[in-house]
């Protein structure tokens, strides 16, 4: 074919194609025309004309955000991932077989606590169902501890039968037990004030494994679909408490009495983190025999569980005190063969505070170590074994270097000039006459029972106190006749409490007077984290051991095994000494009555019970750990409790409780121990509030603020704010009555309020056993 032809088809092919697309873009135009996702919004007009103000008011409040200094996180390789797995595997079986070894090989008792949550049933009556289960034939007293053998299954048992009166005795049986048994009615519901209250109070200290059991379903409900519907009821309430509990075994039935005595045999129990961390017991038997220097001597028989003991530390028997041990001696069951361990000169003494003899001395040499020196201090080996030494200031004897911790106390000494220790002696003689006259009275007034409507009234007034500091919180009213420099003496001004700067050891004379001779630790975690390794280590009796232990405690020690478990825990390093401990704080959902910031309560924290008066903190993270006093512990917030108390190394749980006038205890509320940290300040806060008389502008005419000018004028370098968000300055003052100008950073509405606020530490005090 010719070019020209080729030429003359393909023209007319374009003549065909083009009135379709034509056709196509006047359609399109028509109807429906171009997406909204295609569309740009432009841009929103920008004044010129925007004063300062105006553009400070639009970006107020805004924060620019940092460049992020975290570093990116390293992804393994597949060959790392598998070897990670495999050493997570290799621990998991090593702490089974481990446990195994204490309750197979070793042959130690499982402690078992019953506990009903019901009054209609007997913790001894299901006890004596469950494990005469078997064929065996099984009674028990109430309250009772008593051990039994289950030959089917080749397993022992120590059954514990608390008071169930008693809340602190079901509290400290089920602390040591590896398996607790609720009995639960199927006739009566549990009661929220004791059955709930039980549940909830054993679940926040710790509890290891959980048994469920239902002596009276076949008795009440003889039908099997009733007994059907009652199980799985029964079985979803005990669900809400223990989501890993899957089933409720039925004591009148024999083949689910078998099964759960089968499960207790076999299964190994959980582990409380808090507990197993340190050496503890239960006593098979308590005597007392005579020392060599005629001082009685406790000894103590039974199987040590946990990570054992060692003869240096201390000891602690609940409600009754820390002690020294005399001795260790292992029992060896079919031999005559025992070992001895008698304490060394590094033995632990019961002393709770720094001595006072430590004194740091102006001149101290610099010594240098591997290149580095080191400011001040003189410098030992610090291998981790027994030799190790840490870095103490020169002149520390060999007993004041075991109360340094990580770091050395900067002037850790009590004592000053003459002059002082006569003002010291003073005030303590004044604080002991103050104390006796407060004993007099308090002997010589008694209780009065108040009416039911005298005390509903006190009751509403304390809680309007609660309710008015929710609304208005920590402001003053001062009257027009006092003055504001002397009432707000000791008062500090201060514009933001997350920046300023406060002295640690800052002279005050509401200062508790063992303060510098508190136990001092530069990094908590770390010092714990290296204590738990150390007991580990040091331990000189592994658990499933069979010891006698001998303890320098005196008679009076109530130490009747048979009704109550009696029980010594071992205590890590330096768990005897003071130091300002901190625990969190949540009320119970339960209790809605105001708890305020001083109140006497009972706190447990692990093995430990003391009577503190808590300085309640906020839960602030201010980088100068300086943190806002709180009047009141509101229901259903977050707070701190603050007090000179024991420490303690092992993350334990908390429990409040709020002593009663029939002295028993009421649960209030739960927690968490946190720290040591000395360095933790809590400031209260002052408001001082007043009125817009005249507003001009920026400039504002305040009163009833101050009464005086020469308050005015004391007062004037503090900045103000008003509880609408602005904040300003006072300007001069007006008159004679306290009156005065203040600028501000934009214009007030009539109805704010100006403020001014004001800053006094406060200090913890002392906490005292409880008994």
């Known amino acids: 074919m010719r070019t020209h032809d080729l030429r003359v088809i393909a023209i007319s092919r374009i003549n065909l194609i083009a009135p379709t697309r034509c056709s196509r873009i006047k359609l399109s135009a028509m109807g429906h025309s171009h997406r909204s996702t295609l569309k740009n919004d432009h841009k929103s007009f920008k004044s010129k004309h925007a004063t300062k103000g105006q553009i400070k008011n639009r970006f107020k409040g805004k924060v620019e955000k940092g460049a992020s200094g975290s570093k990116a996180i390293r992804v393994m390789s597949k060959t790392e991932r598998k070897n990670v797995a495999k050493q997570l595997k290799e621990q998991k079986i090593?702490?089974?077989?481990?446990?195994?070894?204490?309750?197979?090989?070793?042959?130690?008792?499982?402690?078992?606590?019953?506990?009903?949550?019901?009054?209609?049933?007997?913790?001894?009556?299901?006890?004596?169902?469950?494990?005469?289960?078997?064929?065996?034939?099984?009674?028990?007293?109430?309250?009772?501890?008593?051990?039994?053998?289950?030959?089917?299954?080749?397993?022992?048992?120590?059954?514990?039968?608390?008071?169930?009166n008693d809340f602190l005795a079901i509290l400290d049986?089920?602390?040591?037990?590896?398996?607790?048994?609720?009995?639960?009615?199927?006739?009566?519901?549990?009661?929220?004030?004791?059955?709930?209250?039980?549940?909830?109070?054993?679940?926040?200290?710790?509890?290891?494994?959980?048994?469920?059991?239902?002596?009276?379903?076949?008795?009440?409900?003889?039908?099997?679909?009733?007994?059907?519907?009652?199980?799985?009821?029964?079985?979803?309430?005990?669900?809400?408490?223990?989501?890993?509990?899957?089933?409720?075994?039925?004591?009148?039935?024999?083949?689910?009495?078998i099964n759960c005595i089968r499960l207790m045999s076999q299964k190994m129990p959980k582990s409380v983190s808090w507990r197993d961390a340190r050496g503890y017991l239960v006593a098979d038997e308590v005597s007392w025999i005579q020392g060599a220097n005629g001082a009685p001597l406790m000894t103590v028989i039974g199987t040590v569980r946990g990570v054992g003991f060692n003869v240096n530390r201390l000891v602690h028997i609940p409600g009754s005190g820390d002690y020294q041990l005399e001795g260790i001696e292992t029992m060896v069951e079919r031999s005559s063969e025992t070992q001895v361990i008698i304490p060394t000169q590094d033995q632990e003494?019961?002393?709770?505070?720094?001595?006072?003899?430590?004194?740091?001395?102006?001149?101290?040499?610099?010594?240098?170590?591997?290149?580095?020196?080191?400011?001040?201090?003189?410098?030992?080996?610090?291998?981790?074994?027994?030799?190790?030494?840490?870095?103490?200031?020169?002149?520390?004897?060999?007993?004041q270097r075991k109360w340094l911790?990580?770091?050395?106390?900067?002037?850790?000494?009590?004592?000053?000039?003459?002059?002082?220790?006569?003002?010291?002696?003073?005030?303590?003689?004044e604080e002991m006459d103050e104390a006796d006259n407060i004993v007099d009275q308090d002997e010589d007034v008694q209780y009065m029972e108040l009416s039911p409507e005298e005390e509903e009234r006190q009751l509403q007034e304390f809680r309007a106190l609660e309710k008015d500091d929710l609304e208005f919180p920590d402001e003053l009213e001062l009257d027009p006749s006092e003055s504001a420099r002397e009432r707000l003496a000791s008062y500090r001004g201060i514009k933001s409490l997350g920046n300023c700067d406060w002295q640690v050891d800052e002279a005050d004379e509401n200062r508790p007077s063992i303060w510098k001779r508190l136990l001092r630790i530069s990094n908590y975690k770390a010092t714990r984290n290296r204590i738990a390794k150390q007991a580990s280590r040091e331990a000189q009796v592994e658990a499933g051991t069979k010891v006698r232990l001998t303890i320098r405690a005196p008679t009076d020690i109530q130490s009747d095994a048979s009704q109550r478990p009696f029980v010594v825990y071992g205590m890590l390093e330096h768990?005897?000494?003071?130091?300002?401990?901190?625990?969190?704080?949540?009320?119970?959902?339960?209790?809605?009555?105001?708890?305020?910031?001083?109140?006497?309560?009972?706190?447990?924290?692990?093995?430990?019970?003391?009577?503190?008066?808590?300085?309640?903190?906020q839960a602030s993270n201010n980088s100068n750990n300086v943190h806002k006093s709180e009047r009141f512990a509101h229901h259903g917030s977050l707070t701190i409790a603050s007090a000179i108390s024991p420490v303690s190394f092992?993350?334990?749980?908390?429990?409040?409780?709020?002593?009663?006038?029939?002295?028993?205890?009421?649960?209030?509320?739960?927690?968490?121990?946190?720290?040591?940290?000395?360095?933790?300040?809590?400031?209260?806060?002052?408001?001082?509030?007043?009125?817009?008389?005249?507003?001009?502008?920026?400039?504002?005419?305040?009163?009833?603020?101050?009464?005086?000018?020469?308050?005015?004028?004391?007062?004037?370098a503090i900045p103000l704010f008003t509880k609408m968000g602005r904040s300003g300055f006072i300007k001069e003052s007006l008159g004679t009555h306290g009156y005065f100008k203040a600028r501000f950073d934009g214009k007030l509405n009539a109805q704010d309020t100006i403020a001014m606020s004001m800053y006094k530490r406060v200090w913890p005090s002392v906490s005292e056993a409880w008994k």
């Open 94 to 164: 090593l702490e089974s077989k481990n446990t195994r070894k204490l309750f197979d090989s070793l042959g130690a008792e499982k402690i078992v606590t019953v506990i009903s949550l019901t009054n209609d049933i007997s913790p001894a009556d299901v006890a004596s169902s469950l494990f005469s289960g078997t064929g065996e034939k099984f009674t028990f007293e109430y309250p009772s501890v008593s051990s039994i053998r289950i030959r089917q299954y080749k397993a022992n048992f120590k059954i514990i039968i608390p008071d169930q």
């Open 650 to 716: 092992t993350n334990s749980p908390t429990l409040y409780f709020k002593p009663q006038p029939d002295g028993s205890l009421k649960f209030v509320g739960k927690g968490t121990f946190l720290n040591c940290d000395h360095t933790r300040i809590v400031a209260e806060r002052a408001v001082l509030t007043g009125h817009p008389v005249k507003i001009h502008k920026t400039v504002v005419t305040v009163r009833y603020m101050f009464f005086n000018s020469q308050d005015v004028n004391f007062f004037k």
């Open 349 to 399: 003494d019961l002393n709770e505070l720094l001595p006072e003899e430590l004194e740091m001395e102006d001149e101290i040499e610099d010594v240098y170590e591997d290149g580095v020196k080191m400011d001040g201090y003189k410098y030992f080996a610090t291998d981790d074994d027994n030799s190790s030494r840490k870095p103490v200031p020169k002149g520390t004897s060999e007993y």
């Open 173 to 257: 049986a089920t602390k040591i037990s590896d398996y607790v048994v609720f009995g639960i009615s199927a006739q009566q519901e549990v009661d929220p004030t004791y059955g709930e209250q039980l549940l909830r109070s054993i679940i926040a200290q710790g509890i290891a494994s959980v048994i469920g059991v239902l002596p009276n379903l076949v008795s009440a409900y003889p039908k099997r679909n009733l007994q059907l519907d009652i199980r799985q009821s029964l079985q979803s309430y005990f669900t809400h408490f223990f989501p890993d509990v899957d089933k409720l075994y039925a004591l009148e039935t024999a083949s689910e009495c």
């Open 575 to 617: 768990e005897h000494k003071l130091g300002l401990v901190n625990w969190s704080f949540e009320s119970w959902e339960d209790y809605v009555d105001p708890i305020p910031s001083g109140e006497e309560l009972v706190v447990q924290y692990g093995y430990r019970r003391q009577v503190i008066k808590p300085l309640f903190n």
């Open 405 to 429: 911790i990580d770091d050395v106390l900067e002037d850790a000494s009590d004592l000053e000039d003459d002059e002082n220790e006569e003002i010291d002696e003073i005030v303590e003689m």
